[in-house]
């Protein structure tokens, strides 16, 4: 059996390299982030879309201004639930 404290290095050293590797990646001159996360981006519009248009009834124009809708809306709300956190962290330390 292995120690905690083995497998708690051992995660350590993976996450290490893996840091390594991605600035490593980031720092090559034909590095272009908006090509390496394009996929990612495609992926999370569309799960957006999709959610605000389940069976594609809308036109895609329709689709795409409420998922961004929905999408600043999340964002607003994780605005809120921060700034709702940091007045429960005062009145605890107050």
Known sequence: MVSP?????????KTLRAKAAARKRVA???YDPKKATQACRAGFW???MAEVDPDSRLSEADRLHKA???FAARMYEARANKLARSIRTMRKAG
């Open 5 to 13: 404290t083995v497998t708690a290095a051992r995660k350590r050293l």
């Open 28 to 30: 090559r001159p034909d």
């Open 46 to 48: 569309a799960k957006l």
């Open 68 to 70: 961004k809708s929905l």
